[in-house]
């Protein structure tokens, strides 16, 4: 768990941060979202002491931050950047290793865990752990950024716009990696961007910042259902929030499901649990369906969504 | 193995030249017919050689030393103060004309190996200097924020990171101050310490063209063997810290 208390971060006289309080509940990603020079990224920084802060308390799992020495403090927290940051004389392996080999753990260990964390991250460990970085592409590369942070086994995650400089497939591609792996961890989250979007799809919670302060904490649904301001609304587009709203929900809310799961025939099209119901009402406009077989992970039909249903209760 | 042929070539060729210049002396009764003593011969060529090499060796070991040393303090958080003005001092160093360094320091330090051991080190460290700050400076700013937030100590930052990411820029520089500083060395012998200018100088003073050449010959090779001593040095860096980018 993750406080902070009345926190305040001046630059001369400049204010970049005005007395946040926030708390971050151990397990759930808390975005910080907000336009740039927002002071969202000065926040982060305090919280594993890159910056100092000016004034107020910052307690990680209920101890002060300033009490603690700052490299040990950082061990135990992952940190993802804009731009990786991996270190270009260092292969893939070694980069990973990085936190693990300041720990002093035995070297199979090390390697035992670089190898779980590239399958882990959907790297092929023989094609890509001796490769360098300049070798890879950018989303190759912030998965092995991701990879790095997590090597340690932290129980808190640091992200500065780690998706900010990717485009926007491969950007989609981390977002959905990165909840797949947060379902699997539940790490305590931290996580920085300006793009509102991206804080909808990861956010357990949003703390939506402008200039240094915070100006609703909430969750996603809470944020597009009740924004606290004209800011905040701006932030978040009057226009598609029926469809943002959409998109925090899965089809899985708004199916009818069958009694016993049924094997599908081949060649039946489809959605998954999992599809959003914007995705599913999409898909559905396009094809020109009006119901559609629902088919789980492991590929059993298990139910049917209509479109009537989506368009009643969707938003 | 073959990247060290070069230099191992060059340096038999330079001992073999220093200890075997009586051999040529056909050569330069042909260059110089009107003398009679066509090879220098009050000293030495091989102590001349040691001796001008010692002073290089010594100024380029404490020039690099100090440089780096004050290449690193300029980029600390704590000496950032200073930055501008020691790489403005770099800067501004290499506009002074070595000959004035020594025109200096001979008042002070008198006659000998002294004086230009000073002006090599002075002369020989400011090349260095600005490499070591280029070098240092040159780090991607995301590499080192990255190396620190994720729980390197400083120190730990400045020997896996920065100097192994920095060491091809400051390598090129040490490179350059030493190949300068050979040549500079022979201007010693005008104050009296014992280097390959010594026959320069004689040749100069007595109108022995065969003199000049002797020395400039074993200078010019004594630069170049360095020099690809160096070059070996600098593929061997790359393996070891940039193999992908090492052809």
Not at chain 1, 141 to 166: S, T, Y
Not at chain 2, 181 to 186: D, E, G, Q
Request: contains cysteine; aromatic residues 6%; hydrophobic residues 45%.
């Amino acid at each position: 768990m993750i406080e902070l208390k009345n926190v305040t971060r001046r630059f001369g006289d400049a204010v970049a941060v005005d007395r946040i309080n926030l708390t971050v509940e151990t397990g759930e990603v808390c975005v910080l979202v907000g336009s740039s020079g927002c002071g969202k990224s000065t926040t982060l920084r305090m919280i594993n002491r890159l910056l100092p802060h000016s004034e107020g308390e910052i307690l990680v799992d209920g101890k002060d931050v300033t009490a603690m020495n700052p490299e040990q403090l950082r061990l135990n927290m992952g940190y993802v950047i804009q731009g990786t940051g991996l270190f270009p004389h260092w292969t893939v392996a070694r980069n990973i290793a990085m936190v693990p080999q300041l720990l002093k753990w035995p070297r199979e260990r090390i390697d035992e865990r670089v190898h779980e964390l590239l399958t882990l991250l959907d790297l092929d460990p023989a094609a890509h752990a001796s490769k360098y970085p300049q070798q890879l592409s950018g989303g190759q590369a912030q998965r092995v950024g991701v990879a790095r942070a997590l090597a340690a086994n932290p129980n808190i995650l640091l992200m500065d716009e780690p998706f900010g400089a990717l485009d926007a497939i491969t950007r989609e591609n981390l977002q959905q990696e990165m909840l797949r792996i947060q379902t699997q961890l539940r790490k305590t989250t931290v996580f920085v961007t300006h793009d509102i979007d991206e804080a909808l799809r990861l956010a357990t919670r949003i703390a939506v910042m402008d200039r240094g302060r915070i100006v609703q904490h909430d969750t996603p649904e809470n944020i597009l259902r009740r924004p606290a301001s004209d800011f905040v609304e701006n932030l978040i587009g009057k226009q598609d929030r029926g469809l943002k709203l959409m998109s925090l929900r899965t089809v899985r809310d708004l199916m009818e499901t069958y009694p016993q799961p049924r094997q599908p025939e081949p060649g039946t099209d489809g959605l998954k649990e999992e599809d959003s119901l914007r995705v599913a009402l999409s898909i559905m406009l396009w094809q020109n369906w009006n119901q559609v077989p629902v088919f789980s992970a492991d590929g059993e039909e298990t139910g049917t969504i209509t479109r009537e249903r989506i368009i009643q209760e969707g938003a | 193995m073959r990247i060290w042929l070069p230099p191992a070539l060059l340096s038999a060729l330079l001992y073999a030249l220093s200890a075997g210049m009586p051999v040529l002396e056909p050569l330069f009764q042909w260059v110089q017919p009107d003398k009679q003593n066509v090879i220098y011969e009050r000293e030495s060529f091989l102590f001349l050689l040691q001796n001008h090499l010692m002073l290089v060796v010594i100024s380029a070991l404490v020039g690099t030393l100090a440089a780096v040393a004050g290449g690193i303090f300029a980029t600390r958080p704590s000496g950032r103060d200073f930055l501008p003005l020691v790489s403005q001092i770099a800067s501004i160093g290499q506009t002074f004309p070595p000959v004035a360094v020594l025109a200096l320091a001979v008042p002070v330090l008198g006659f000998g190996e002294a004086p230009i051991l000073v002006a090599l080190i002075l002369y020989g460290l400011l090349p260095i200097l600005r490499n070591t700050l280029a070098g240092l400076e040159g780090v991607d700013a995301t590499v080192r924020q990255a190396a620190l937030g994720m729980g390197m100590s400083p120190v730990q930052v400045l020997l896996q990171v920065e100097l192994p990411l920095a060491g091809r820029v400051i390598l090129a520089g040490i490179r350059t101050s030493v190949t300068i500083n050979i040549a500079t060395a022979a201007i010693g012998s005008t104050i009296g310490a014992r280097t390959l200018g010594d026959p320069v100088i004689a040749g100069l003073v007595n109108g022995n063209t065969a003199y000049v050449l002797q020395g400039a010959i074993l200078i010019g090779l004594l630069a170049l063997t360095v020099d690809s001593l160096f070059e070996a040095v600098e593929r061997v860096w790359d393996r070891r810290f940039l193999p992908q980018t090492a052809s």
